[in-house]
């Protein structure tokens, strides 16, 4: 279930980030792609417990 929703907001992110630079706003929408790719279960996630520390 989490890792379904961690999907869902990175394609999110990506689509809004591929719509932005359409736009013109370049800065803006790399910004976003970068954090879907990082957001996403095959990327760092954001939500992910450390172990050790």
Do not use: E
């Given at each position: 279930?989490?890792?379904t ?15 932005q630079l359409?736009?013109g706003?370049?800065?803006?929408g ?6 879907g ?17």
């Amino acid at each position: 279930m989490n890792a379904t929703l961690l999907w869902i907001v990175a394609a999110v992110l990506v689509v809004v980030g591929i719509v932005q630079l359409f736009q013109g706003q370049i800065l803006f929408g790399i910004v976003l792609i970068v954090l879907g790719c990082l957001v996403g279960p095959g990327g760092i996630s954001l939500f992910r417990s450390r172990s050790g520390a």
